[in-house]
């Protein structure tokens, strides 16, 4: 018995999603927002958030444990992060993805075993509806999911606007930009970039506003169309982020065409995405995210650098390399 392994790994990984649920509802019930003015006593946040007594005081001590609150002599407050990222209050705000998440995804991703039996999305397009299709048609999950977008690549945003040699290149164009952080990120780092957020007709309002609100309008544009059936606009750099991913390996390809189609001679594609590492074995988040475009998608799911290096390829590119960039996403970049 004493050689015996211990099950507290399996048992630990088993109550996972107890600790994302928590962070979850912190963000749905406003937790982070309320205390960023000042910290608050167990009784007084109860209160503020309309909590009912019986399992309030773990709730909040369960987010201390999970390091996602301070508490000093009984009163609670955010840390660093929290502060900067869960405050609605903050244009640093993230939680747009959690409340994106809370709302979609966590409930979706129940489904997984049935996604996994079947093959088939388990969102709102089960039952074979096209995904964004039918996203779109509510206005308000159209802004949710947008905003989202905007929450989950701030990080990944930020590094590319540093990551990439953005000096040699004057013009961009951003392929499904969502709300358009990608092009605000690129254009508050460098003041001599103009760029285009490309994406359905829908998201044009979404766009501007949020363009608006940085007052970058002499500089970014928002293009709408469908990248399917109309041609990409053109310029010295085109990003795909997070696109691939949705869809079947055709249809990455005629993706990957049009870019090239789109780029001057010496023009680049960035690709970025939650790749897959090549051996298939490090990392896992990658993986379980693949699980999640199972989840959302009919055809998608994440690939690795090599398949992408290999697809742009056969597009044309004649040179590509790979790069980590932040957090789970890893960026290829093809130059024509
Ligand atoms: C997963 S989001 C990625 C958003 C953003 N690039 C990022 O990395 O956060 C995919 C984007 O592709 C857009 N999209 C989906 N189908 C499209 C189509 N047929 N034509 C143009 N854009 C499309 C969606 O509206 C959405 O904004």
Same mark, same amino acid.
Request: proline fraction near 5%; aromatic fraction near 10%.
């Given at each position: 018995?004493?050689?015996?392994?211990?099950?507290?790994?399996?048992?630990?990984?088993?109550?996972?999603?107890?600790?994302?649920?928590?962070?979850?509802?912190?963000?749905?019930?406003?937790?982070?927002?309320?205390?960023?003015?000042?910290?608050?006593?167990?009784?007084?946040?109860?209160?503020?958030?309309?909590?009912?007594?019986?399992?309030? +005081?773990?709730?909040?001590?369960?987010?201390?444990?999970?390091?996602? +609150?301070?508490?000093?002599?009984? !009163?609670?407050?955010?840390?660093?992060?929290?502060?900067?990222?869960? @405050?609605?209050?903050?244009?640093?705000?993230?939680?747009?993805?959690?409340?994106?998440? =809370?709302?979609? +995804?966590? &409930?979706?991703? /129940?489904?997984?075993?049935?996604?996994?039996?079947?093959? #088939? &999305?388990?969102?709102?397009?089960?039952?074979?509806?096209?995904?964004?299709?039918?996203?779109?048609?509510?206005?308000?999950?159209?802004? #949710?999911?947008?905003?989202?977008?905007?929450?989950?690549?701030?990080?990944?945003?930020?590094?590319?606007? !540093?990551?990439?040699?953005?000096?040699?290149?004057?013009?961009?164009?951003?392929?499904?930009?969502? #709300?358009? $952080?990608?092009?605000?990120?690129?254009?508050?780092?460098?003041?001599?970039?103009?760029?285009? /957020?490309?994406?359905? &007709?829908?998201?044009?309002?979404?766009?501007?506003?949020?363009?608006?609100?940085? /007052?970058?309008?002499?500089?970014? !544009?928002?293009?709408?169309?469908?990248?399917?059936?109309?041609?990409? %606009?053109?310029?010295?750099?085109?990003?795909?982020? $997070?696109?691939?991913?949705?869809?079947?390996? @055709?249809?990455?390809?005629?993706?990957?065409?049009?870019?090239?189609?789109?780029? %001057?001679?010496?023009?680049?594609?960035?690709?970025?995405?939650?790749?897959?590492? @090549?051996?298939?074995?490090?990392?896992?988040? =990658?993986?379980?995210?693949?699980?999640?475009?199972?989840?959302?998608? %009919?055809?998608?799911?994440?690939?690795?650098?090599?398949?992408?290096?290999?697809?742009?390829?056969?597009? /044309?590119?004649?040179?590509?390399?790979?790069?980590?960039?932040?957090?789970? @996403?890893?960026?290829?970049?093809?130059?024509?």
């Amino acid at each position: 018995m004493g050689d015996q392994p211990v099950p507290d790994g399996i048992i630990d990984l088993s109550f996972a999603f107890f600790g994302s649920k928590a962070l979850l509802s912190a963000v749905e019930l406003g937790l982070f927002t309320e205390l960023a003015d000042g910290p608050l006593d167990a009784e007084t946040l109860r209160q503020r958030l309309g909590l009912h007594p019986r399992a309030s +005081l773990d709730f909040f001590d369960a987010l201390f444990g999970l390091g996602l +609150l301070e508490r000093v002599d009984g !009163r609670y407050r955010n840390t660093t992060e929290t502060d900067l990222y869960l @405050d609605r209050a903050k244009p640093s705000y993230v939680g747009a993805w959690l409340e994106m998440t =809370n709302d979609r +995804l966590y &409930p979706f991703f /129940g489904a997984l075993t049935e996604g996994l039996r079947t093959g #088939q &999305p388990q969102n709102e397009a089960k039952g074979g509806d096209d995904f964004f299709g039918v996203l779109y048609q509510d206005p308000a999950r159209l802004r #949710q999911f947008a905003s989202s977008m905007t929450g989950v690549s701030m990080g990944t945003a930020r590094a590319l606007a !540093r990551k990439f040699p953005w000096a040699k290149y004057r013009t961009f164009v951003d392929v499904g930009t969502a #709300q358009g $952080n990608l092009p605000v990120q690129l254009a508050l780092a460098h003041d001599d970039l103009t760029g285009v /957020g490309f994406d359905l &007709p829908a998201l044009e309002p979404i766009v501007a506003d949020y363009v608006a609100a940085f /007052g970058l309008n002499d500089r970014l !544009r928002f293009s709408a169309g469908d990248f399917f059936v109309d041609p990409l %606009p053109a310029a010295e750099v085109l990003v795909m982020g $997070n696109i691939l991913g949705d869809w079947s390996l @055709d249809e990455r390809k005629v993706l990957l065409a049009k870019a090239y189609a789109a780029l %001057p001679e010496g023009g680049a594609l960035i690709v970025y995405e939650q790749l897959i590492d @090549d051996e298939r074995r490090e990392r896992a988040v =990658n993986l379980l995210v693949s699980l999640l475009l199972l989840i959302e998608t %009919p055809g998608g799911g994440c690939y690795t650098a090599t398949d992408c290096r290999s697809w742009m390829g056969e597009a /044309g590119f004649r040179e590509t390399t790979v790069e980590h960039v932040a957090g789970p @996403d890893w960026m290829v970049v093809g130059v024509k």
